[in-house]
């Protein structure tokens, strides 16, 4: 049956641990997909495009997970449920999202130095792999809350489903709170004399760092094997 995840309850079955990672997966990328908003406008403009391009850098983000999530629903089937392949779906296609951050950041970081063409075509280079990195972690979402549909009680449902409306609104709310924590952090209280170029690079580095401890929860936590709710038969594949 392979190795237990570090954290995971040997027998798969539902646990606060469980629930508390499901909810940071839904909060911290929404709070990274969104604290880039507070920069975007001056971001665009100062690599050469109009402020109406900087919404495409918000744009992106439902329309990808759109199709990631359309893509992604054709992966698992909830009647032949294979726990270690659903979990390697969501862990590997976050992962690339999450690690694609830093590549997206160090383009945006070089590209003060270019020309005002080089800046136009970083703008957009990074736009699409936006785009595509999205989309792709997005293939995700069908099996992971297939996943959280097994192994939840039907009792608890309705409290954890409240809590992931929490979590969003929360993941919404805090972009902008924690884009104006990182600026702080890197410039202090000269955060407004430095480039929207170098900002929007930073605020990249930032939701990179905050995904990257929840995909680790998540690897610890999410079991290999599942107790389905109100069943004593383990799910595995």
């Not at 099996?143 to 192994?151: A, E, G, S, V």
């Not at 809590?163 to 000269?190: D, E, R, Y």
């Not at 680790?216 to 109100?230: E, K, M, N, S, W």
């Amino acid at each position: 049956m392979g190795g237990k995840p570090l954290l995971a309850r040997r027998d798969g079955s539902n646990s606060t641990l469980l629930q508390v990672s499901i909810q940071l997966t839904w909060l911290l990328p929404t709070v990274s997909s969104t604290v880039v908003i507070p920069v975007c406008r001056d971001y665009a403009l100062a690599v050469g495009e109009s402020s109406t391009a900087s919404g495409l850098m918000i744009g992106v983000v439902p329309l990808g997970a759109l199709i990631g999530m359309v893509a992604g629903k054709g992966l698992v089937t909830e009647n032949d449920w294979n726990q270690r392949y659903a979990r390697k779906i969501v862990l590997y296609t976050h992962g690339l999202w999450i690690f694609s951050m830093p590549a997206m950041a160090v383009i945006i970081q070089a590209s003060v130095e270019w020309s005002p063409h080089g800046k136009r075509l970083s703008f957009w280079s990074v736009l699409f792999l936006y785009f595509l990195t999205v989309t792709f972690g997005s293939m995700m979402m069908v099996p992971w809350r297939t996943m959280w549909n097994l192994f939840t009680p039907q009792t608890d449902k309705t409290f954890w489903s409240m809590m992931t409306q929490c979590s969003k609104a929360f993941g919404f709310v805090g972009g902008p709170i924690f884009f104006a924590f990182v600026s702080f952090l890197v410039h202090g209280s000269q955060a407004s004399q430095v480039s929207p170029i170098s900002m929007m690079s930073w605020a990249f580095m930032g939701g990179f760092f905050i995904n990257a401890i929840e995909l680790l929860l998540a690897a610890a936590v999410f079991p290999t094997v599942i107790q389905q709710a109100d069943s004593d038969s383990g799910l595995d594949g």
